[in-house]
């Protein structure tokens, strides 16, 4: 049985790397995308089996781009592939709906298994990440300074760390700019932090961002 993939990846050279990783007779790339808007519009179009997702890209990032294909496709299988050893990142994504991680330095055996385990329905956790911080990280409610963040209020957090302004943060999550200065306004209020230079500051300590 030949499993339909589509790489969502905003660095060339990782895409080619995968796709040579990949060429095998069981396994045919679909699609490659470069950015996270990209990856929803062609997981919805082409329907792969898997999607693998990488965390960091432009437009959308990965966390959000698997929750929406996740909603408008939901048999789609994702399988988020990271470089870094960020079990909050990862956490995020599996909340989000992710049915897998892995680390990105795998080699093709592994890339293979955590493929063929997504597809049979378990959820992948991959070596290189620490599967009980995971779970502690979805599990977890309080953030510290008082109070407790949604998954849209992390994912605002981290933008307005990345210096976006609200009407970026607004395009790239798709919602009106008031949203956001309702996010933002509730972030300071839970966290007691009083300007963006503080909120970066937290967001940088707490290892929400890379």
Known sequence: MTVRILIAEDQQLVRQGLVAL??????????????????????????PDVVLMDLSMPVLDGVEA?????QQVPQVKVLVLTIANCER?????MAAGADGY?????????LMAAIAAVCAGKAYLGPGLSEALVREHMDEAELGGGGSLTARELQVLR????????????????IAIKTVETHRTKIMQKLDLHNSAELAAYAIRRGLIE
């Open 22 to 47: 990949l060429a095998v007779d069981d396994v045919t790339i679909v699609g490659e995308a470069e950015d996270g808007r990209g990856a929803i519009e062609m997981a919805c179009a082409l329907k």
């Open 66 to 70: 698997t929750r929406r294909i996740k």
């Open 159 to 174: 933008l307005i760390a990345g210096g976006l302004k609200n009407r970026e943060i607004a395009d790239q999550l798709g």
């Open 102 to 110: 892995a680390l990105k330095k795998l080699g093709h055996g592994e």
């Open 89 to 93: 990142r990862v956490a995020e994504a």
